[in-house]
Every structure is written in C-alpha cells, then in structure tokens.
C-alpha cells in the first residue's frame, strides 16, 4: 500500500469510533435494519441468483440478471460495519456473497451478470449498459472489503477486473468511457489502496475522452440502431450528450448538466484524479462546476437534479419544490465530490455544502425505521393522493412513479443500498489528516485514534451537534506532540467562541477553520462553541418557486412543517420574517429532535361560492406553528408539507 | 323544423349583426385568416383526402384517414361565416368539401374514415375509436351549414349518419355509449332542428348507459385485448371509468372527474337533454357538477382541467399555474356547457362563467395573428427553454408536447377548429330569447332583428365593452310593443346603473338580470353603466398554487404580467394590496388594449454566493409594472408570464 499523499486524506474507518448520539442512531439503525432489508430484497428479486448461477449453482431458478451494482453497494455498506458491528449475522452472509462473486468471476476477470447471462456481447454499448458502473462499484465494495477484513478474495476479484478494464480501454484498445460515471472515482480509490499507477491512468483517460467533438458514445449512438437515447437527443438536433456529460470536455464544462447522479459521480472521480495529477485546468474546471452547482442548481437542503424528466438539471434557479427530484444518489454523490474537493483544495466550504446535504437532503432519503426509502426527495408534498393529480407520474421512467411516500424497495433501486454505504462510511466524514494536520470536518459524538510523527493520539469529540452548538474535544497522548489541529466553523455559525484549555482564542467569523498549532500535552481541551439562532432564509431572487417566501433553519438542520403537527394546511401558513420562533426540545417527537415553534397567519375563507375574491374583503387568523427537521418528514401519516413558507403580506385587513 | 320551447334560445345566427369593436376585430381574422390556415392544414396533412379517396378519386396518394372530426368542425366554423363574409372562397372550399363527404359515405349511412379505410370493424372499440365523436361533429357540422345556406346536401348525410345509430345504438342493439362524449349534443341540436324524438331519445339513451355498475366500457376494456385504456387503470385496480366519466351514472356524480374536454361535452349534452324532458335528477346532478367545477376546479381565466396527466380534473382546489392544462377545446366545452345551463334554469350565474371564459381562457388559445395556438394554457410561463426544464413534456401523449409557444399546428389539432367554431358561433352568444322575453346575454356592438308576438323587432347595442362599460340599446320596431327585455349585470360589477329613455331604474347590485317588462316604443333607448374597477384579487385559501398572490382584473378581462413589459421577471414582483393601478389606453399595444400600470416591489439579491441568505439582510426595490389582457400573452417575443403576483410581504427593510 502506499504512502499517504500531503492532501487532507479522511482517516480510515478503524480508526474513529462514533459514540452514542444522533449520528449513531443512524448507524445503528443500518446495522440492525438496513443492512438486512436491502439484502432481503436483493435475495428475492434475484440478485444475489445471478451470480449464483453463474457461479454453477443447478438450484438457482429464472434469474433477470442485472442490477449487480445493488449487491456490490451492499456488500461495501456492510464491509464498513464488519469491524464495528457485535452481531455476526452479517459477516457470515457477506462472507457467503464474497464467495458467490469469486465463483462466478470469468477467467477474463469479467464480472457483469446481466450481460454475461444475457444477450449482448461485453463493451458493445458502452451508452446504456452499465458494465463500468457496475465495475466501479465492485472495486469499491472490494477496497472496503479488504481494508475492513485485511482479506483479499473479494480484492482480488476487483483488481483482476480492473486489470481487464486496463488491458481493454485505452488508446490501443477501446477508445471509449463509461455511459454512467462512477468507474473513475472507484479506480481512484483502487490506486490509494495499491499504489498502481494504471488505475490512475485509466481514470484520468476516462475522464479526458469524455465530451470530445467526436466522442466514442456519440459514435455508439450513431451508428448503433438498437441504442435508443431518448434524453441524449436535443429536441433540435442530432445526439447531444448532456445527459452523459458528453456534450464537451470536462475541462470546458462550466454548469453541471444532465442526469444529476452521473455529473456527481464524474467530478469526484476528477476531483481525485486532478488531487493525485496537480491538474490544474481539471481543478478549476471543478471550481467552477462547483460555484454553479452549489450558488444556482443547490436547494436549500443540498440536493440536486431539480428535473424529474432527466433526473437532472436544468437551468440555473430552477428550483421547484413541489416536483423537486433531488434523486437520493446525487446526495451521496454531492457528499463525495464536496469532501473530494476539499481534500484537493483544504477549503472548508466545500466541507459546509458536505454538511448541508448530509443533515438534509441525506438523511430525508431514509425512514426514522431504516427500512423505507426516498428515491425523489421533494421540498414539499401536496399531501393529495389522487392519481393524476400535479406530482408528474409520467415522469420518464414509469416504472419508479414519482412518489410523496417512502417505500420499501423503488422500482429502481439504486437509493436504498447506496444511502446505507454512505450511513456505513460515515465515520470517516468527521476527520481529516495531511501529516501533522488534523481536521475536524464534520462534529459528532466521536473519538479519533491516529499517529502524529510515530506518536498515538486520540482526540476525543464530546457534543449534542446538531441540536447544540458546544463541541469539547480532549486530546490524548503518551508524549507531548505538536501538532496543527484544525476545527470547522460552520458558515452559517455567527459568532463562534474557542477557548483552548480555557483560554480564549480569537476568532473571526469569516474564518472557515480555527487553526491551533502548538505542542499538545495529555489532556488539553478544546471548547468550540458554535451559537445556534434560528435563521430565518430567503431564496436568491432568481429563484422563482421561493419567492416571497421563507425558510427556517437552526445549526446545520433546515426545518419543515408538516400538517399533522398544524391546524391548517402547511401551505397556507404565512411568516413575518420579524417573528421570533423559540427551539423546543421534544425527546417524544421522531426519535428526538429540536423543533422549532412560532406563529403564522392564515387567511380565512370567504363564504362565496366564487374561489377569486377581492382581496380586501378577506381577513387572517394568527395561529400556533411547529416546525421538525426537514429529514424527519414523512415518519407519520401521509400529509401535506413545506420547506418554504410564506411570507407574511402587508395587508392590513380586519381581524 | 320545430316550434321553440319556452326556455331562453340562443337567437338564430342570421338575425344578429356584429358590427365594429373587440368581437368583430376576433371574427374578422377567423374569416381572413384562421379558416384559410385550418383548411391548408387540413389539405396538407391529408384529412380531405381522405374522403376523397372514399368518394372513388384515384388521385389521392396515401392519406392516414382519422381526424374526420377536425373537417367538420372546419365545415362547421366556416358555415357560420357562409352568411356574413362577402368574400366567396369559403362558400366555394365548403362545397367542394361538402361533395366530397357526400360522395365518400357508405350506403349505410356510415361516414368515418379512418375506420371504413383501415383494419376495424365499426363500433368494436368505443372505448377508443372516436367514430360517435366524429359522428357529432357532423352532426354539429351539418345542422350549421343547412341553417346558413338553407341547403339540405349535409343535413341528409348527417341525418342518415345519425338514423344509423338511431338502429344500431339502443336496448335491442349495442347497448354502448361513445368512449368521448360529443355526440349527445351534437344530437340534441339535430333534434332542434328537425323535432325528430328518436335523436332525443338516443342522447338519453347514450347518457343513462354511462357509468353503470358494469358499464359497457368496461366489458370492452375486460374482454378486448387490444384497449389499452392506461387512464382508466386506477393504480390499485382494474378498469375505472373515471377518464371517459364512466366511473358512475351522471346522475350520481358530484364532480367533474376524468378528461376535462369529454366532461364538459357530455355535460352540455346532458343539460340540453334536461332541458328537453324536464328531468329533475339530471338537473340536480348537472347544478352540483357545475358548483364544484367553478367553486373549486376553475382557474380565474375560467380554464379547467389542470393536469397534464389526464388532460383534466384532479382534486379541489389543485390548480397550478405553471403547469395548468386547461385545453383550449375544454374552454370551448365550458362555454357550452354553461350556455345550456343557462337555457335550463335562466340563471344568469352561468352566463358570468360564459363571460369569463370567453374573455380569457377561450381567447388566449389564439393567437393576435389568428394563425397561432395553444393547446394547453397556462397561467404562468417560466420562459426558461431548457429542454428538460420544468414543462412536462413527458405528459401522455408525447406527440403533443406541452408548451409555453404557441404553435402553427398542435401535433393533435383538435383545438384550432375548434376555437374557429365557437368564434364562428359567437354571435348567438350576445341574444336569447324565450317568446317575449329578450336577454341580452354577452355585450358587444351588434344589432338583434327578431320578433316578438309576430311584430318585427330590432335591438341595437352599441358599447365598447369589454374595455369598457358604458352599453347604449335602441329599440326600433314599427308599432309599439309589450315584450320584457332582460339586461345581465356581470358579478364583477359593484353599482351599476341603467336609465330607460333617461329615466333611472332602481337596481341592487345582486340582481343579475335587470328585468324592463313594458310597452316599448321606436326609439326607445335603454342605458347601462357597469362601472369597471380594477379589481385586486384573492383566491380561495385552499388553492396552494395561489396562496399570497393576488390577481389583476379590470371588467371580464384578468389580466397577465409579460416580461417583455417590465424591468423585472413577473415572478419577482410582489404588489400590495393597497396600491392602485390605473387603466391606460394603449391602442399601441396588442391590437390595442387597455393596459393596467402601478408599482411592486422587488427583492434585491445579496451579493453572496450562497443563495441562501437570512432574510433580515436583504432589500427592495420599487419599480413600475405594466399588466396586459391575459388573453394577449404570448403575443410577442418568448418570455416569463403570471397571472398571479406575489402579495407585497410586511418586511419593512432598509430600501
């Protein structure tokens, strides 16, 4: 294995322990739910029988094939729990899936099930088949697999088919690059494990091929009849590539566009190859690929791909609430790609837009219980249940119905397993390390075990982030040890307060990190206080669905108001943004939140049979309001919700 | 032909004159414009053809058939000009067509022809095949043109056509009912003509035969393989009827459910039937369907339909801008349906409804130029024109995309002759009359020629309604008459007035009609002034889409903000309710308009780059706005639009 490079690399997974709190919860609610309602699913749609047969079980019935990257997400989100996990249910039936992939392998090193028991021969459609996605995610189960066991089977598989996809692409080979990205940020990873360069080389080709004025997909849809790329056509032309971002060089590429998830999955693997190449036109590429995603296509809660007709984006400011898709992929993706530039640049916003999406757009993706999931994650529900009422069914794949309601298993799932490897990773989220640097990215309840020039240190992290803003960090060690300790100011933080052992440190509430170089002793403490208010937010003004309205948010989490916990409909509920709304604690509410209560004013009915009224005849009623955390919606029963509220309006009628 | 009945006819199109003013400017254009680019249309697309090669002509090159129903609504909207154009190309192209549909239909009396020219067996697919459709359409057709030119060569086809059904249709034959309503009017208008019971009896028999328990439909559906009837699929069940409102007996529903455009033609049928057998359940059923359509699933233009989905009714109160459907054609339906509501009970609240279509939601689906449409119309217009951005364009039928632009010739073009039909009608729209009693129903420059008790009579309106409401009749008649003269006092207008030869008449503002029973004399001149405020409207609290906006209408006409007219995108302005706008001739602008200007504000963006700010930190600006007749939108070059502006909220900061 090789040596650390001088970046910010987030520390392995062995070596940060997370302790009780909100994000252990989670953690739990994987390992004990999640983990094993997905591979139920996986079971009895076939998944795991496709390799099963392949592998030359006579006992395996009709399988369809297909679908492997579900099982290797699995297999990645459980390999992160093996060394943290008492129960050894999973470690056997990971085992036996390792052993089911080995069998099943080719002697080519080719792993793909659906185009192995199928029709199509291998690489043949590069456009849609999903063969170096599918690849992609095999390595990565593969790399936390064996850094999870020390163990090598399901590696080697990995590296024999890496070694394949080295051997077939290229400019002697083929001269082509995934239809999905994905491949490129698991070759990535590949390389920091094994230190091999060809894997490097093969992501770097992937990512320059793409986009070029003759690019190898456009010829595949050229001259292959049986591609049909409906959302690769331009309405006035010929094939396009947006929706691959095929449609020019990444280099030349300055908004993020078509399908969300790809475009994700595409700069982190890029953001790691310019990290590892000091390629500077790929990193301000991705610098301005990052300023227009995160300043005009982000929501509030850090989702992305506003458009249900491409799972994608559009233009800028385009940001509807109600048909928001915000697919649950693009939140890992942007969670990836966000702590991929950080490591490439060291800047913290890049770390606060990590934040955003994992306490919001993240979390929503998955039920209170571990076992529903969002795929579409929407900023608002119309709460109706009418079958052709605005939620666009029609959307273009039919058989995954847009839905206000968490289910069980989408028809496409791709959500379910890749929100549970991201749950499983998310240890590694909290610290980061260059050398003699420690940063802390992300705040939970959470101890870190690491060496600084040969010598342990354990940094201990004791808060109730995010419902409190006090974070107390306690450094551990056998032998005095300098060291720079680097602490995240949040951006939304006003006001932030550090005392050092006591001592108060001045800071500025511009800084982005609080740096504390000095010679650590045993014991030292470091008391972070980040000052929660209640933020109320408006929209930039461009951004049509929010206009006139307002958002509430506190410490990392935005809220949302739901109609069960209100009298009238969330969506008639209107804000003076001069009104104060207080934080409760509600140890009885979805597990335990913070949620915030206040008043609104609602207009009432007029008694008319006419629905347009002079509006100077209506009059408002000021009623109690309860705001829960955005993540949290959708627990209870079906209703109707909002993000944005409305602003209270200067009409000055009779009470 | 028949003796009128006592309730309110529409006069006979032959004894109204339109003269100057709004109604002839629109009429006009239909008869130099709109038919001309229907017919060229309908000849390049192959639709006469069609009838061509039926009637034997070996010239005719490959024609698709179908689409019968687009030439007889052109028959039909070209017949009511055959009177009142002095230019005689229409007259010519009308004969020649009506040759050809003469030649073309089958001894039978059947005249279809995408069903006599392709693989089906008549009347085997309902559900679908729109041959009772296409049958009203001729029906409607043919009673249009033998009104106008007293020629009977239509009529016979029409009448043979119709005694077919009459023998195929019924309890001893197929005991079905059109998949699309149309039909049953068409039928009842037929009835009018000729006093014929049996075409009475069969738009009875067609509407008690829908929606029972197990409905002929539905047995289609069930046992032919080849009905795909995906909208009538309820998601958690078999066949549902709903789409075709065959889901239960009309007389047992309670809201417009399904495809908007059939609803409304199966409804005005329905009230013409009602009116003819005095049948009191199917009153009551059609006085509950019209309260919920306009309490709760109208839109302000008097659009219906909201989704894309169905092309129709959702659930109350859902009615979206951006997205609204409100097909033209449904429009068309609604102006239908509430004239004959109107007929059945002489209640004025239905004509208001007529008014307001016609003024919006009817005359924005064509264009200024008369050769331009829109098959859905919104309420607002994103004026993005990304392909994937917000726009459905994935809705049902593909080949229709959705769109803000209007279009020469909509991929289904149901809806260009159609709006040429009731354009064509229109004038019958301005009279009605029940034995001696005359209303005057719609106000425009025009002159009535009736008689009344055998005495000639003329009314002469002159105003310059719709902009503004001064309406001046005359009475000229050779000896003095009793007759009562009925004036409609539109619900928009707060104190009007009305002299008779100069004498004040007491009128409280509730009264729709003002009822002038007395002996009139030549010369008599009877004054009304509806004063036209312009009115800041307020819709329904439960209609989500409209929640803290307000609307802008001045007389029958709501009006729209076009960003072409303003130095800030519509959807940023934000009005206050108190302000005032002014009306401003603008003879300039759109064929010459009255115009509504004011101020709004607008939120300013911070110069952040993060588009999610505390709002406490932002500020507005006032700026002038211009409104326009929405029926004017899209007139000019392609921009954002709104009907409905965002109230002016109550954060006072520093400007």
């Known amino acids: 294995m090789r040596d650390r490079v001088s970046t910010p690399a987030p520390v392995a997974l062995s070596s940060v322990e997370l302790r009780d709190g909100f994000w252990m919860d989670w953690r739990r609610r994987l390992g004990e739910t999640t983990l094993d309602h997905v591979a139920d699913h996986l079971e009895t749609s076939g998944r795991f029988d496709a390799f099963r047969r392949l592998g030359g079980n006579p006992d395996v019935g009709i399988v369809d094939g297909g679908g492997d990257a579900k099982v290797h997400k699995w297999l990645e989100a459980s390999s992160y729990l093996l060394n943290s996990m008492e129960d050894t249910t999973p ?10 992939l080995v069998a099943a392998q080719s002697d080519s090193g080719y792993l793909v099930t659906d185009i192995l028991l199928g029709d199509d021969e291998p690489w043949t459609n590069l456009t849609q088949d999903h063969e170096l996605y599918v690849a992609g995610h095999l390595i990565e189960a593969a790399v936390a697999h064996a850094t999870a066991t020390g163990e090598e089977r399901l590696l080697n598989v990995a590296c024999q088919f890496a070694d394949l996809l080295v051997e077939t692409f290229g400019p002697d080979g083929i001269q082509g690059y995934p239809g999905h990205p994905e491949v490129e940020l698991a070759l990535m990873r590949l390389y920091e494990l094994t230190g091999d360069s060809e894997y490097l080389d093969l992501a770097s080709y992937f990512i320059d091929e793409r986009g070029r004025e003759k690019s190898y997909l456009a010829w595949e849809v050229e001259t292959h009849e049986d591609i049909g790329v409906e959302l690769d056509v331009h309405p006035d032309g010929p094939y396009d590539g947006r929706h691959r971002q095929d449609h020019r060089p990444l280099r030349e590429q300055t908004t993020p566009e078509g399908h969300a998830v790809r475009a994700m999955y595409l700069f982190a693997g890029a953001a790691a190859v310019a990290r590892e190449t000091n390629d500077e036109s790929l990193t301000a590429a991705l610098e301005r690929l990052w300023t227009n995603t995160t300043t005009r296509r982000m929501y509030l809660t850090g989702g992305v791909g506003s458009s249900y007709h491409n799972e994608g984006f559009t233009t800028d400011f385009d940001l509807p609430n109600e048909t928001s898709y915000c697919e649950s992929c693009a939140a890992v993706g942007m969670v990836r790609w966000g702590q991929a530039m950080f490591r490439l640049t060291r800047e913290a916003t890049y770390l606060d837009v990590v934040e955003r999406v994992l306490y919001n757009a993240f979390l929503a993706s998955l039920s209170l219980s571990g076992d529903r999931f969002f795929y579409p994650n929407h ?13 666009p069914e029609d959307a273009w794949h039919s ?3 847009p839905s206000y309601r968490r289910e069980a298993w989408p028809g496409i799932a791709c959500c379910p397993p890749n929100v549970a490897r991201l749950l499983g990773e998310f240890p590694r ?7 003699r640097t420690v940063y802390v990215t992300q705040y939970a309840e959470s101890q870190l075990k690491t060496e600084i020039d040969g010598e342990p240190v ?9 419902w409190g803003g006090t974070v107390s960090l306690t450094v551990t060690l056998d032998t005095p040890t300098m060291f720079e300790l680097c602490l995240r100011i949040p951006r939304w933080c006003e006001n932030p307060r550090v005392t050092v052992d006591a001592e108060s440190v001045p800071v500025t509430s511009d800084e982005a990190f609080i740096h504390i170089d000095r010679q650590w002793h045993d014991g030292d403490t470091v ?7 209640i933020r109320t937010l408006g929209a930039h003004p461009a951004i049509r669905a929010d206009t006139a309205r307002v958002a509430l948010a506190r410490g990392p989490i935005v809220y949302c108001i739901e109609a069960v916990d209100n009298p009238y409909p969330p969506s008639q509920l209107r804000v003076d943004t001069e009104s104060t709304f207080e934080a409760v604690e509600r140890p009885d509410l979805l597990g335990g939140v913070i949620a915030l209560t206040g008043s609104a004013a609602v207009r009432v009915a007029n008694e008319s049979d006419d629905p347009y009224q002079p509006v100077a005849g209506t009059h408002e009623e000021t ?10 919606w959708a627990n209870r029963e079906f209703c109707e919700m909002v993000v944005w509220l409305h602003e209270a309006t200067s009409s000055r009628f009779d009470p």
Do not use: K, N, W
């Open 527 to 533: 008391d972070l206080h980040l000052p929660m208010g």
């Open 458 to 466: 354990d940094i201990t992290v004791e808060t109730d982030y995010p």
């Open 399 to 401: 058989y995954s119905p």
């Open 429 to 435: 989220y909290l610290f980061s390390q260059a050398e």
């Open 379 to 391: 900023l608002a529900c119309t709460g109706g249940d009418h079958p052709h009422a605005r939620v």
């Open 91 to 100: 470690q056997s039936r990971v085992e036996t899936v390792v052993s089911q």
């Open 623 to 632: 009623v109690d309001v309860t705001a829960i955390p955005y993540y949290s």
